[in-house]
């Protein structure tokens, strides 16, 4: 009957409930949720869902099936998160569906990343509660005997979402196998979240129960706990995958981390700066942005050119570890930047860096060679040399145009005069 009540409630404010009064899937509200998943002893599989949502919809037979399987074993639960918007927030729903496993910790569910079939979810649904049985057996909880976990900057892996989170992307990634029961897993667990969020944006952690998750445990032959293993970035092979050899306190593994990604990121490219969205691409998120403004072709054809981007991509190389953006543009082709940066129209070849945060600039003085770009790019990085506020406080408006064409430029043709035609008196002689 309440559920009955439920589903007509659900029925009668978001026009259709996906699942029936009579489907083994429960639904949940924000009326009912503590009481039944947050304050049960049950292990629960909740799925955040909105009716008008394709995804949902095909999910839909997959997950009753889920649910019939689980029946009297784990509960299967779906929130309308279109109409109980505070349920989705609660639980940071950003798409739909989504899925949580509620297991020991009811407070810090967990993200169901599997296959979105019956057998994916049920598989998945058994292995958070076997470690919870094992957690029992063990007197304690396996949540709070692993706190990586916990950190929302620390990736739960598991058997099933593995290849596809880690060796399906291009990002370094260092991966913690450890034990629930492990003493050395504890104590590395809060080094390891906090080097989770150092590293955040640059650095992906994870952490797998290689006690539940045995399929990846075997497979990179995990025989003890904690096992680092660090995945360069980049397309993964067998061969982008290594032993962690470095220290287990957090700025330990930051330094670390930071030095192998040096290692590995190529040099960032040196872009022309022909619209908003170059200039966005070369220095938005990036620490400092180096911008040259090159000669016109007519004044330095396509050999002088290269020349200089040669010089440009050498110091992008060597000044990689970084992280700075690289821009160029021709003499003229961007007035308002080279009026922001105080290069005005002379002095070609001329090199500045810019600070987008704090909308400050600093303008080689010296010469625009190797040494002379180095030993200003080098003394920036120590935080010495003077900076300006760029005019207006705000970056420069970007005018879009043509890129180079790599080829050399020809002064326009006068046009040949044909005077035969003219008829000239003698007044009109010289």
């Known amino acids: 009957m309440i559920r009955y009540i439920f589903g007509l409630v659900c029925l009668i404010v978001s026009a259709n409930c996906l699942y029936s009064s009579t489907s083994n899937v429960v639904d949940l509200t924000p009326e009912n949720f503590d009481k039944l998943v947050i304050n049960s002893d049950h292990i629960w599989v909740v799925e955040f869902y909105a009716p008008w949502c394709g995804h949902c919809k ?14 009297g074993v784990i509960k299967v639960g779906a929130v309308n998160a279109d109409v109980h918007k505070s349920l989705g927030s609660r639980f940071g729903i950003e798409g739909f569906p989504t899925i949580k496993i509620f297991g020991q910790n009811k407070y810090k569910p967990e993200n169901f990343n599997g296959q979105r079939t019956a057998d994916g979810i049920v598989t998945e649904a058994l292995k958070v509660a076997t470690k919870k049985v094992r957690a029992s057996l063990g007197g304690k909880s396996s949540e709070s005997d692993h706190k990586s976990t916990d950190s929302d900057d620390v990736i739960t892996l598991t058997d099933d979402n593995f290849d596809k989170l880690v060796m399906g992307s291009e990002d370094m990634w260092l991966v913690e196998f450890y034990a629930p029961w492990c003493g050395h897993c504890k104590n590395l667990a809060p080094h390891w979240a906090k080097a989770a969020t150092e590293l955040k944006g640059k650095v992906k952690l994870g952490a797998l129960d290689a006690t539940v998750n045995t399929v990846k445990a075997s497979q990179y032959e995990i ?5 680092i293993k660090f995945f360069a970035p980049g397309k993964k092979d067998s061969d982008s995958v290594a032993e962690y050899d470095g220290g287990r306190t957090s700025t ?3 330094n670390w981390a930071l030095e192998k990604l040096a290692e590995n990121i190529p040099a960032p490219e ?13 220095c938005d998120d990036r620490p400092l942005c180096v911008i040259s403004i090159l000669p016109h072709i007519l004044d330095c054809q396509s050999k002088c050119r290269n020349g200089y981007l040669e010089l440009l991509k050498n110091m992008a190389e060597k000044y990689k570890k970084k992280m700075w953006g690289w821009l160029w543009a021709e003499a003229g082709s961007q007035p308002a930047v080279e009026q922001a940066l105080e290069i005005g129209g002379f002095g070609y070849p001329a090199l500045a860096v810019v600070n987008v945060k704090k909308m400050k600039y600093s303008l080689l003085r010296g010469s625009f060679s190797k040494d002379g770009i180095d030993s200003f790019l080098r003394d920036l990085s120590y935080g010495r040399g003077g900076t300006a506020p760029l005019r207006g406080a705000a970056l420069p408006k970007i005018v879009d145009i043509s890129p180079w064409d790599g080829e050399d430029a020809e002064l326009p043709q006068d046009e040949d005069i ?3 035609d003219i008829d000239l008196n003698e007044k009109d002689e010289l």
């Open 58 to 71: 095909n999910l839909k037979p997959e997950y009753e099936k889920a649910a019939t399987a689980l029946k």
């Open 223 to 227: 025989r003890g706990y904690p096992t």
């Open 252 to 254: 330990d593994i930051v």
């Open 270 to 282: 040196v872009i022309e700066l022909i619209s908003e969205a170059s200039m966005k691409e070369a």
């Open 418 to 420: 044909d005077l035969s």
